[in-house]
């Protein structure tokens, strides 16, 4: 099974910008779409962004606009790129599977957005 392992968050100021790397121990053309997914303190996880292999993206309404998904076959990394962050996009973020697979959670990425 693939193991997924989550990179590039930090604490940044509203209205800045990151991007998230999801790097994965195989290839990633194996996998059908990919998927971003965040966890503010106290709420439930979510999905942000998801992606096709054939590059069809879908966002969630409260990132569309702002953030882009895209995966690099050759690297195994799907990449989530946020910008005009807001102190609301604070959260852990995982990549998975869409729908996501259990067993393929990993430890996710801290995003910190002050205002």
Known sequence: QVQLGESGGGLVQAGGSLRLSCIASKSITTINNMGWYRQAPGKQRELVASLTPTDHSHY???????????????????????????PEDTAVYYCNTYPYRTVYWGQGTQVTVSS
Do not use: C, H, P
């Open 60 to 86: 969630s309404d409260s990132v569309k606009g702002r953030f882009t998904i895209a995966r690099d076959n050759a690297q195994n990394t799907v990449y989530l790129q946020m910008n005009s962050l807001k």
